[in-house]
């Protein structure tokens, strides 16, 4: 099966820029998900197919995805941004949905 | 406005049967996948299964095979996860998701949640 890894936690100041990782065998053949879910709330999407925000979310946030790395990227990061983030790809030879095992962003 | 509404929380003991709900708006319910979610207590996002309203077609991952039931209402525009016998391991937040995106290979909105407790 397909294992998608993400470090548990990534901690950043305000104002600065967080990175977060999610590592998969030949990711960049892939699209990636990245979801954001605050605490007692619902998962919500954030970046689709690697570098597209859905409407609504701020341009702070992009994606990128090559080798066997994708990266979400969290630019001037806010209070309000502290949460868990979840990437997520879909394996059409086997028509399953994989999520990786979250990242807490901590604000510092 | 999409809008994905979920059935309330629920307790229930070991051996029980048990049928949340997942009720669409706002969208061609027919037309795009509704999947299910599950997320144990302080742990990650995991898909269990997902169903094409339009003809009832269901995908289960392997995990999840022979364990849960996925059903859809069209007249109601309601999908349902259904146990016929709960585990203590059952307990989790469960959560439904529309499939969607461009290239319709993520879940672009989800519902609120519904919590499951099972404890003898």
């Known amino acids: 099966s397909y294992v998608l890894t993400q470090p548990p936690s990534v901690s950043v100041t305000p104002g600065q820029t967080a990175r977060l990782t999610c590592g998969g065998n030949?990711?960049?053949?892939?699209?990636v998900h990245w979801y954001q879910q605050k605490p007692g709330q619902a998962p919500v999407l954030v970046v689709q197919?690697?570098?597209d925000r859905p409407s609504g979310i701020p341009d702070r946030f992009s994606g990128s995805n090559s080798g066997n790395t994708a990266t979400l990227t969290i630019s001037r990061v806010e209070a309000g941004d502290e949460a868990d983030f979840y990437c997520q790809v879909y394996i059409r030879s086997s028509d399953l949905w994989v999520f990786g095992g979250g990242t807490k962003l901590t604000v510092l | 406005e999409v809008q994905l509404v979920q059935s309330g929380a629920e307790v229930k003991k070991p051996g029980e049967s048990l049928k949340i709900s997942c009720q669409a708006s706002?969208?061609?319910?027919?037309?795009?996948?509704i999947a299910w979610v599950r997320q144990r207590p302080g742990k990650g996002l995991e898909w269990m299964a997902i169903i094409y309203p339009g003809d009832s077609e269901t995908r289960f991952s392997p995990s999840m095979q022979g364990h849960v039931t996925v059903s859809v209402d069209k007249s109601t525009a309601t999908v349902y996860l259904e146990w016929s016998s709960l585990q203590a391991a059952d307990s989790a937040m469960y959560y439904c998701?529309?499939?969607?995106?461009?290239?319709?290979?993520?879940?672009?909105?989800w519902g609120q949640g519904s919590q499951v407790i099972v404890t003898a």
């Open positions: 030949d990711i960049g053949t892939r699209s």
């Open positions: 998701a529309r499939r969607g995106g461009k290239y319709e290979l993520n879940f672009d909105y």
């Open positions: 706002g969208y061609t319910f027919s037309r795009y996948w």
């Open positions: 197919d690697d570098n």
